[in-house]
């Protein structure tokens, strides 16, 4: 069974460049996660999807910052414009929806905004 | 509020023993589950083990065990017989409400153990 997929794994952008990060979730697990750690820093909730529908979108930092998840399969997150504040491992994590005692994490995207 | 801290920044521990990281959690709702997760200098984030508050039992899972003390609200992982693969850094995670609801996850700081050999 395949794991957690992100792409790409690294990203280097110009401030104010648009930057797309991908996720393909474990298959059939409907829970999907983003997360980001920037430099130094905890790990912070970004969103949940549960399918297609976004269940919380609290950790969103602002509208830059755009999700989606169309047909409940893969995720993109879409920074746009980027800044340099936005510069960190974003991690996607997925679980399926019955059992919540394990959640897998994909490998993660370096995104690093000069 | 939700909160997990992790207080050891850095461990170290000889190959072969035990080593254990320390973390605690404060959440107001009784279900929640904790979470234990190791990164390798690769990066990715690799599941270790789950405890439930509900469990009876501490969570074991080969060479790893989670020393669960509800009332302290305390979650320690142990490592017994460490080996230098082991060295990694250690998040504690924690999630409320119960195992079939979804949910973020709230990592602590992060704990960087290194192993010698």
């Not at chain 1, 949940?48 to 979108?57: A, G, L």
């Not at chain 2, 003390?69 to 850094?89: F, T």
């Not at chain 2, 998040?91 to 409320?96: I, Q």
Request: hydrophobic fraction near 30%.
């Amino acid at each position: 069974e395949a794991g957690v997929t992100q792409f790409p794994s690294h990203s280097v952008i110009e401030k104010g460049q648009t930057v797309t990060l991908r996720c393909d979730p474990i298959s059939g697990h409907d829970n999907l996660y983003w997360y980001r750690r920037v430099m130094g820093k905890e790990i912070k909730f970004l969103l949940h999807f549960v399918k297609e529908s976004k269940q919380d979108e609290s950790g969103m930092p602002n509208n830059r910052f755009l999700a989606e998840r169309t047909g409940g399969t893969y995720s993109t997150l879409k920074v746009q414009p980027a800044e340099l504040e936005d510069s960190g491992v974003y991690f996607c994590a997925s679980s399926r929806r019955d059992r919540n005692t394990e959640a897998f994490f994909g490998q993660g995207t370096r995104l690093t905004v000069v | 509020a939700q909160k997990i801290t992790q207080t050891q920044p850095g461990m170290f521990v000889q190959e072969k023993e035990a080593v254990t990281l320390d973390c605690t959690y404060d959440t107001s709702d009784p279900s929640y589950g904790l979470f234990w997760y190791k990164q390798p200098s690769s990066g990715e984030m690799i599941f270790l083990i789950y405890q439930g508050s509900y469990d009876q039992q501490n969570a074991t899972e080969g060479r790893y065990s989670l020393n669960f003390q509800k009332a302290r609200k305390s979650a320690n992982l142990v490592i017994s017989a460490s080996q230098l693969g082991d060295s990694a850094m250690y998040f504690c995670a924690m999630r409320e409400g119960r195992y079939n609801q979804g949910g973020k996850l709230i990592f602590g700081q992060g704990t960087e153990l290194s192993v010698k050999p």
